[in-house]
């Protein structure tokens, strides 16, 4: 079959039409320059569709759009909002398998997998809906006739960034707090994977207002525009330290209220009292090979592992890994599907070749394409053992399937291992004994920690990262209060008026 109709026929079975435009005040519009780029899809690294490239200009009025919205959206009350985003909740549920076959092709993320993004996206706009009615402000005591009180408002347009990994779930989860909140919202997607917060945009045209969602695709010039746009308050963003750290310096011009959830390079512990099997499996689940081809920010891929269980460790963490399917993320069954675009592929495999390099030992994995692939961009689970501190592939975030291994025999060995990395996203403990795990739990530098888990987040639990890995916190009723400014009110009786 020719690329031209191989890539026809994914895009039908995908339900993927051929070009895009932007999707601003409800209603698709073209790119103003006519820029466009195209959509690649990684198990093929043939174009799938034509997707329209933001310039400012187009920012500028995907953000005007939103000013023209936001008052009407915050005077509707709050129940109305919650009914509007519960409703779209409901049509993002019903679409669910197109959602998921859209980021199969788009993203390379198994449709087994995709079942529960789009779930978790459904949840959380069901989560932020029921949570609208908490935007209480206070009542302070005064003397005499008067009243003080504060009120939570809306920042109005809210720029929202999110990044490859798991599109329509950031997408759809990423809207939920700040339209709950009152504001409206330009959501940026993942420039490579745009397709499904386009289809999220137009499911939304029946329930929200136009201009109440609006998405512009394209890369850099469009997100560091909607950072630097002066009508834009509030910046929420997804995706790499150093990018993140670019969205604060811009923002800081304005003094802009900023939320960023970054990279992690976070360590798994398995104390020698813990179930080997039981931690090893579960550790394949955490990484998250299945959902997203380990590309998550939550991923253990730092496993540290006492020195008397390494060897079996290894070798169960090994066996249920290889016993993942890798293929295409279109067929039911495929466990794992290809990274996400080729620059990534290329810098993933690059890590690999260090690893090798530095002295690590490959376990199993590695460069080159899984067995039977000839095309796409496709790393099997791959596996280091006697990995040391010092080591690049110990240090560096890789955001792939990669796992490097690491023996301790002292306790504060093994917490000075893993608080030495300037980021802190998540910890994943495994021992029997209650009291290590408390007192370990507290001393690891990380916002997240599971003990004897593999890496659930139950909604209401705040997620947020220490040091470079992120400011604020998501999935909570801090979030949605994230989104809202407070206003203190001084009411006092004019002097002389009716007692």
């Known amino acids: 079959m020719r690329h031209r ?79 509007r985003i519960a409703a779209l909740a409901d049509l993002v549920a019903e679409h669910a398998g197109e959602l998921a076959r859209i980021d199969a092709v788009d993203a390379g993320i198994p449709v087994d997998g995709m079942a529960k993004d789009v779930a978790n996206g459904v949840n959380t706009l069901r989560y932020f809906a029921g949570l609208a009615g908490e935007l209480k402000g206070q009542t302070i005591e005064v003397p005499g006739p008067a009243l003080n009180m504060t009120l939570r408002e809306p920042f109005g347009v809210v720029g929202r960034i999110v990044p490859f990994n798991h599109p329509v779930q950031f997408a759809a989860s990423g809207i939920a707090a700040p339209l709950a909140a009152g504001n409206v919202v330009v959501l940026k997607p993942g ?22 969602l609006n998405v512009v695709t394209g890369g850099r010039e469009a997100g560091a525009a909607l950072v630097d746009h002066p009508a834009v308050g509030r910046i929420a963003f997804t995706g790499s330290v150093r990018s993140g750290q670019a969205v604060v310096r811009s923002a800081a011009e304005r003094l802009k209220t900023v939320t960023l959830e970054l990279g992690g390079k976070n360590p798994l512990v398995v104390f020698p009292d813990a179930d080997v099997e039981t931690a090893a499996r579960a550790a394949v689940t955490a990484m998250n090979f299945n959902r997203g ?50 620059s990534h592929y290329r810098r993933v495999l690059g890590y690999v070749d260090r690893g090798v390099s530095e002295g690590a030992r490959l376990v199993t994995g590695g460069p080159g394409r899984p067995t039977g692939l000839s095309r796409g961009y496709f790393v099997a689970p791959t596996v280091f053992d006697d990995v040391t501190p010092d080591m690049i592939i110990a240090r560096e975030e890789i955001f792939g399937p990669v796992v490097a291994v690491l023996g301790w025999t002292d306790e504060d060995e093994a917490l000075r291992i893993a608080n030495e990395l300037p980021l802190g996203l998540t910890a994943n403990l495994w021992t029997n004994d209650l009291g ?64």
């Not at 006519?34 to 400012?56: I, K, L, Y």
């Not at 386009?198 to 929200?208: I, P």
């Open 5 to 83: 109709e191989r890539a026809a026929v994914r895009r039908e079975r995908a339900g993927i039409r051929e070009r895009y435009g932007l999707h601003v005040g409800g209603r698709w519009i073209a790119a103003r320059d006519g820029s466009r780029s195209d959509s690649v899809d990684p198990t093929t690294e043939e174009a799938t569709a034509s997707v329209a490239v933001a310039s400012a200009a187009d920012v500028d009025g995907a953000v005007a759009a939103g000013i023209e919205a936001a008052p009407r959206w915050w005077a509707c009350g709050w129940q109305e909002r919650a009914s």
């Open 191 to 212: 420039e490579t994977t745009p397709i499904s917060a386009l289809r999220l945009a137009e499911l939304a045209e029946g329930v929200l207002p136009p201009g109440v």
């Open 293 to 342: 081809q380990a590309q998550s920010c939550g991923s253990p891929s730092r496993m540290l592992i006492h020195e008397r269980i390494r060897r079996d460790f290894v070798d169960a963490f090994v066996a249920a890994a290889e016993a993942l399917t890798v293929g295409d993320p279109l067929d039911p069954g495929v466990a794992m599907g290809p990274l996400a675009f080729e």
């Open 436 to 499: 290590r795990a408390v007192s370990f739990g507290k001393q690891v530098q990380a916002g997240y920690v599971w003990v004897n888990g593999a890496g659930e987040r139950p909604l209401g639990a705040p997620f947020g990262g220490y040091k470079l890995s992120g400011l604020g916190s998501e999935n909570s009723l801090d979030e949605l209060l994230s989104f809202t400014r407070t206003k203190n009110l001084s009411l006092r009786a004019a002097p002389g008026g009716a007692a």
